[in-house]
Nanobody, 115 residues
Framework: QVHLVESGGGLVQAGGSLRLSCAAS????????MAWYRQAPGQQRELVAD???????NYADSVKGRFTISRDNAKNTVYLQMNSLKPEDTAVYYC?????????WGKGTLVTVSS
């Protein structure tokens, strides 16, 4: 019943920008935290950024200053604005919502950055 759907991925040149969105349906209780993860081929999934219900944010060192995470609580949606993209940002990006002690994952959206 709970579904998270990402959108906004695609192919972009190095130095360009993309904005990812993740909208949740089927969640009636407040979402404690929202996060973006990414996984490149042959590598572990890593945390990119997260945001609490009060708006506190945290970023991986590799994206700090380039990416911005935000949320719209009324729409149960999280966003990731990605600027100054680098080839090493290429990965499948996943959103994750935490509701009490339960985690929900999206299916992922592919971001490819070419040099």
């Amino acid at each position: 019943q709970v579904h998270l759907v990402e959108s906004g991925g695609g192919l972009v040149q190095a130095g360009g920008s993309l904005r990812l969105s993740c909208a949740a349906s089927g969640i009636s209780y407040g979402i404690n935290a929202m996060a973006w993860y990414r996984q490149a081929p042959g590598q572990q999934r890593e945390l990119v950024a997260d945001i609490t219900s009060s708006g506190s944010t945290n970023y991986a060192d590799s994206v700090k200053g380039r990416f911005t995470i935000s949320r719209d609580n009324a729409k149960n949606t999280v966003y990731l604005q990605m600027n100054s993209l680098k080839p090493e940002d290429t990965a499948v990006y996943y959103c994750r919502f935490k509701v009490v002690f339960t985690y929900y994952w999206g299916k992922g959206t592919l971001v490819t950055v070419s040099s």
